[in-house]
């Protein structure tokens, strides 16, 4: 039996650009029966087996599913997280493409459009990691409320900004991240447009120009493999000089 219940014309058309809900069947799990939750709740299972076959399961089936759109997939993680009754959580967007998946208690996550984040914004998330953000106080872009319960997540797209309202009990939720190559070339582009920041220019929009795009990518390949040398300084011969 399948760990996760995604549609696949769902996941083709929508990983990566807009949240989807879905239904999952981890809630029965072993790994998240009442015992191993409290081991866990000090410390995240990063360096249990048990929980990195779970996560190599669930990708599995997400790589089945849509080949296509997850090549290159790497940096997976599981985290567990916990949170009190009636807890608000910061204002933030994450560096990896996510399913967070409800395992006990209700929540309430509201997701909105990748628009909503200014390029500045978006280049201090890939640059720095700045995952929290500012909220203005009023609604950045168009978004999309979804109340999970036991048995139901939702896909988070990477740089999606979020919030989350924790029900009346504790929540418990397992997010899910991974990076495919289409996501980390776009991270890629963002960090180049950081640095061409940081030197005074003002970079065009990752996502207006394809080709453009790409040769950001490849300026920050070169940029990290060899990093920029000291200025060169053009010498001229004169009468003191020996040849």
Known sequence: ???????????????????????HRLTRHPLFAPARIEEIALEQPNDDPAYGVLLRRCLDEVRAAAPEFTGGMHAEQLKVLFAPPGALTPYRAETEEGFILQIRGRQTLRVFERTALSAEELERLH???????????????????????????????????????????????????????ASARAAQAHRMNAFLRGL??????????????????LAFKIRRARPLAAPFVLRTASSGDRR
């Not at 219940?5 to 879905?22: E, V, Y």
Request: aromatic share 8%; proline share 10%; hydrophobic share 40%.
């Open 127 to 181: 640059a720095r990691g700045q995952r929290e953000l500012v909220w203005r106080g009023v609604q950045p872009a168009p978004g999309r409320s979804y109340n999970l319960m036991p048995g139901l997540g939702v896909h988070l797209p990477v740089a999606a900004p979020y919030w989350v309202q924790t029900g009346p009990d504790e929540s418990i939720a397992v997010l899910i991240g991974f990076r495919t190559r």
């Open 1 to 23: 039996m399948s760990a996760l219940d995604i549609s696949a014309s769902a996941l083709r058309a929508r990983l990566g650009r807009a949240p989807f809900l879905l239904q």
């Open 200 to 217: 005074g220019f003002d970079p065009s929009p990752v996502g207006e120009s394809p080709w453009l795009d790409r040769l950001k990518q």
